[in-house]
C-alpha cells in the first residue's frame, strides 16, 4: 500500500487522527506532570508515597525486611549470604527507582512527540488546498 501524505484519501481521516494526536499529547502531558508531583512528594513527605514505605520496610532492619541480606543462596550444601549496609541498600533501591522513572519518562516524551507529529502532518495545509488557493488568486 502506497501512502502518500498529500493525497486526497487522508482528508477522512484527518479528524480521527488530530483526536489521536490530541490524546497521545494530553496523554504524555498528564504523565509527565504525574512524575513531577511523584518527585515532588518524594523530596517533601516520603512517608506518603506508598513505594517508599516499602522500600524502607524491606530494607529496615526490624526483621521484616532484609535488614543488611542483599542476596542469599544455597550451594553445595551451604548457605552463603552477601550483605550490605542500609545506605547501600537504599542506594541501591533509589538508582532501581531512578531507572524506572527515567523508562517511564521517555514513554511520556514519546507520547508527547508521537502526538505532535500527528498534528504537524494532518494541520499543514494538503498539497490540491494549496494549488486551488493559488489558482483562485490567478483569476
Known amino acids: ?12 481521516l484527518r479528524p480521527f487522527l488530530l483526536t489521536i494526536g490530541t490524546v497521545l499529547i494530553c496523554t504524555g ?13 518524594v523530596l517533601t513527605n516520603p512517608e506518603d508515597v506508598k ?16 535488614g543488611e541480606k542483599l542476596l542469599s543462596a544455597f550451594a553445595e550444601g551451604q548457605q552463603i549470604d ?3 549496609s542500609d545506605t547501600g541498600m ?5 538508582f532501581l527507582l531512578l531507572l524506572a ?10 507520547l ?5 507529529a500527528i498534528f504537524k502532518i494532518y ?6 488546498e494549496v494549488q486551488e488557493k493559488a489558482r483562485k488568486k490567478q483569476y
Do not use: W
Open 1 to 12: 500500500m502506497n501512502f502518500d501524505a498529500d493525497s486526497h484519501s487522508r482528508q477522512p
Open 90 to 94: 537504599l542506594i541501591f533501591f533509589m
Open 29 to 41: 502531558a498528564a504523565m509527565g506532570l504525574f512524575f513531577v508531583y511523584m518527585i515532588y512528594q
Open 112 to 116: 508527547i512527540e508521537g502526538g505532535a
Open 123 to 128: 494541520t499543514r495545509p494538503l498539497r490540491y
Open 101 to 110: 522513572l527515567s523508562a517511564f519518562s521517555a514513554v511520556a516524551r514519546m
Open 82 to 84: 552477601i550483605n550490605i
Open 51 to 66: 513505594l517508599v514505605t516499602y522500600i524502607n520496610e524491606y530494607v529496615g532492619k526490624d526483621g521484616k525486611g532484609l
